[in-house]
């Protein structure tokens, strides 16, 4: 059964080992060690006799049409009750030609929703996770309408004991009526019920279960079974027919969403951490205008990267990447100086949030040194990032990121143990929207969307956490180091929600040609490219980069390679403003 396979994966790391322990008015604290949980207090009937000798005198039935996960219960508890008995019953369907009446006279154990009058009548009393056991007339019904509450009840069933051997050498059901809930372990994440579900282990105790071939309306009924749990919706959000939410206990968060465009549930799971600031809580004060300002690339070591600031209306200062780890220390003192020059003199640059779009040199490195030098010179009040876990990133193009040098992961993580371990660190997850000071971010895609797919397969920089910002009424998507595969996903996700005002050149436009398309949805007024000179040449002339440099709608391509530019936001280009550079500046005097 792909649940039951589903929980011995789980069982053995995921948090979920016993998931579906259910409880009903014959067990006691004595007799299974938990608390009864029943619904209601029954008063218990006659057995009912199912053997004499070795001849069954129930037929077990399941309904005609009964998906996947009703057909293996039934068959466990046919199995289960042959074990028992030692006897074999009869097993078949409630299937009845077309234009005769159900025959209602058979002695009959019904197992799910069938068409019986007595498991109608049960079914239509019960919710999503309770399930009922009863006999009434010649009828045994063991019924949940779905997977889980079915699971249960032939759980419940020879958990308590209901079969039992009587004196006269019969063996008897006895202990109904029962009408029980579904027993969730305290803070445990229920499997989910619908479609085709595998779950894969994400980075820091994240784990993913993703559910193909679902509905809203399962997904909805899914967030219930969450509440059921015991956990609590923190904040929910919708974009387009997308459905996102996140629910809390004292242990775990839980981040769940439903994709309409392909009919695709994931529920994410992972020890609670910092949970993202809602807007009721963000609490800033106006103090001074909102800019933008996008760094020069050349260093004397590697010319590439991405090193973004923006200066908050509070004057504090939101980070994207940062740029590659020089060794004389260039790009981390250019970037602290654009943060000193942009704070009232005296004081210490407070940086807000400081984002990481994926974990290559080029984007972490200049932080690291950075932490190095300034730490104590700076203040960082939160990071957002979500990174793959070591295994993955050791098997994919980009293993060195594992080694101790400047730029790398590995380092990441020491300077953020040395000087900022008492920092919150936000983990984005796809349909979180974040809140710092006057800027939104609304998280449209992280590494967990493409599993099974990872940096395993596409390399590292398919982890790159797309996010769309929201400034003063102007947009920008920020793209990272974005490929075309996952770009692709995004354009199935999100259509044209992807369209924004402002955007950051994917991977400093060294792209795929599906790229055109990307662009050509998210039909930007005005374009951040972080490449150097010299590659803002070599790769201009790709079909996806003369997309925008062409395009009639675009009025500015501000290439980081040309130096270091600050606009104030919202932007408006200059009437005449040049487009983008068509000939080779001077050389930066650090270049080597």
């Not at 590995?410 to 349909?431: C, E, L, N, Q």
């Given at each position: 059964m792909l649940v039951k396979k589903i929980i011995s994966v789980l069982a053995a790391g995921l948090l979920l080992s016993g998931m579906l322990t259910a409880c009903g008015e014959t067990e006691t604290a004595e007799t299974t060690g938990d608390t009864a949980a029943d619904t209601a207090q029954n008063v218990e009937a006659v057995p009912v006799i199912l053997t004499e000798g070795q001849t069954a005198k129930f037929k077990i039935v399941r309904a005609e049409d009964a998906n996947d996960a009703v057909v293996d219960a039934a068959i466990d508890f046919r199995k289960s009750l042959t074990e028992l008995t030692g006897v074999n019953f009869?097993?078949?369907?409630?299937?009845t030609k077309k234009g005769t009446e159900v025959d209602e006279t058979?002695?009959?154990?019904?197992l799910g929703v069938t068409n019986r009058a007595a498991s109608q009548a049960a079914a239509g009393e019960l919710n999503a996770i309770q399930y009922r056991i009863d006999a009434v007339g010649n009828k045994i019904v063991i019924c949940g309408i779905n997977q889980m509450s079915m699971e249960a009840a032939v759980e419940h069933v020879f958990k308590n004991n209901m079969?039992?051997?009587?004196?006269?050498?019969?063996?008897?059901?006895?202990?109904?009526?029962?009408?029980?809930?579904v027993q969730f372990g305290d803070g445990q994440v229920p499997t989910y019920l619908y479609g085709n579900v595998e779950v894969f282990e994400s980075s820091g105790g994240t784990y993913v279960m993703k559910a193909t071939d679902t509905t809203a309306d399962q997904y909805r009924e899914y967030l219930g079974y969450l509440e059921a749990a015991g956990f609590t919706l923190y904040t929910d959000n919708q974009i387009k027919d997308n459905l996102f939410a996140t629910y809390v206990s004292d242990q775990l968060q839980v981040n769940?969403?439903?994709?309409?465009?392909?009919?695709?549930?994931?529920?994410?799971?992972?020890?609670?951490?910092?949970?993202p600031i809602l807007e009721a809580d963000n609490k800033y004060e106006e103090k001074t205008t909102t800019t933008l300002t996008s760094i020069n690339l050349e260093t004397v070591k590697v010319n590439e990267g991405a090193s973004h600031v923006i200066r908050l209306a509070d004057g504090t200062f939101f980070i994207v990447d940062g740029g590659f780890a020089d060794d004389n220390g260039v790009e981390a003192e250019k970037l602290y100086e654009v943060l000193v020059k942009q704070t009232p003199e005296g004081e210490k640059p407070v940086i807000a949030a400081w984002f990481m779009s994926h974990c290559h040199g080029d984007h972490i490195g200049t932080f690291n040194d950075f932490a190095i030098r300034y730490h104590d010179k700076t203040v960082v009040e939160s990071f957002i990032y979500n990174f793959p876990k070591d295994e993955e990133i050791a098997a994919s193009d980009s293993p060195y990121m594992l080694d101790d040098s400047?730029?790398?992961?590995?380092?990441?993580?020491?300077?953020?143990?040395?000087?900022?371990?008492?920092?919150?660190?936000?983990?984005?997850?796809?349909?979180?929207v974040i809140y710092v000071k006057n800027m939104k971010m609304e998280i449209l895609g992280t590494l967990e969307d493409c599993y099974p797919m990872s940096i395993v397969n596409y390399g590292m920089n398919y982890s790159t956490t797309l996010f769309k910002s929201t400034i003063e009424g102007q947009t920008m998507l920020w793209l990272g180091d974005l490929q075309t595969n996952a770009g692709m996903l995004a354009i199935e996700q999100f259509g044209d929600y992807l369209q924004s005002d402002m955007m950051q050149v994917g991977h400093h436009g060294y792209g795929g040609s599906g790229f055109v398309e990307l662009y050509q949805t998210i039909d930007p007024t005005y374009v951040i490219w972080p490449v150097c000179w010299g590659d803002f040449f070599s790769t201009s002339g790709s079909?996806?980069?003369?997309?925008?440099?062409?395009s009639e709608k675009v009025k500015h391509v501000m290439v980081s390679g040309f130096g270091t530019n600050t606009i104030t936001l919202p932007y408006e280009s200059e009437e005449g403003i040049q487009k983008y550079p068509d000939r080779r500046w001077k050389n930066p005097e650090y270049w080597d």
């Open positions: 009869e097993f078949g369907t409630d299937w058979q002695p009959e154990i019904l079969i039992t051997l009587d004196a006269n050498g019969c063996f008897v059901f006895s202990g109904f009526p029962v009408t029980a809930e769940a969403y439903y994709i309409a465009p392909n009919n695709t549930a994931r529920v994410i799971w992972e020890p609670r951490g910092v949970l400047l730029p790398r992961y590995t380092m990441f993580r020491k300077v953020i143990a040395d000087y900022y371990s008492d920092v919150p660190v936000i983990k984005p997850h796809t349909g979180n079909d996806y980069n003369q997309w925008f440099l062409n």
